[in-house]
Nanobody
Framework: QVQLVESGGGLVQAGGSLRLSCAAS????????MGWFRQTPGKEREFVAT????????LYADSVLGRFTISRDNAKNTVYLQMNSLKPEDTAVYYC?????????????????WGQGTQVTVSS
């Protein structure tokens, strides 16, 4: 059974940084893309970033490009999201997800498993 456990969320001032981590277990980690998504109350869950199984290819939402960096350590079965220059509009619950294939994609239905989410709050 696949389990994804996020950590690293919290409260930060605008302009600050946070690093989210997501530890995965249950299947061969490097065979699957990993993604980060976020959701605010009353809105649909939206794509943030994704990384291919090897870690070679990444894709970002326009809203975070240049500020966020996704990476993975396949030896530790962990994916990270480094978030810099945070803005109040980045406030959301952030979810990590494990893809159905090794290819990095930005659509929710391309992901099989989801973590429980971690809250990120950016104050102005």
């Amino acid at each position: 059974q696949v389990q994804l456990v996020e950590s690293g969320g919290g409260l930060v001032q605008a302009g600050g940084s946070l690093r989210l981590s997501c530890a995965a277990s249950g299947r061969a980690f490097s065979r699957y893309a990993m993604g980060w998504f976020r959701q605010t109350p009353g809105k649909e869950r939206e794509f943030v970033a994704t990384v291919s199984g090897s870690g070679t290819y990444t894709l970002y939402a326009d809203s975070v490009l240049g500020r966020f960096t996704i990476s993975r350590d396949n030896a530790k079965n962990t994916v990270y999201l480094q978030m810099n220059s945070l803005k109040p509009e980045d406030t959301a619950v952030y979810y990590c997800a494990e893809g159905s294939t090794v290819v990095a994609r930005d659509r929710l239905h391309e992901y099989d498993y989801w973590g429980q989410g971690t809250q990120v709050t950016v104050s102005s």
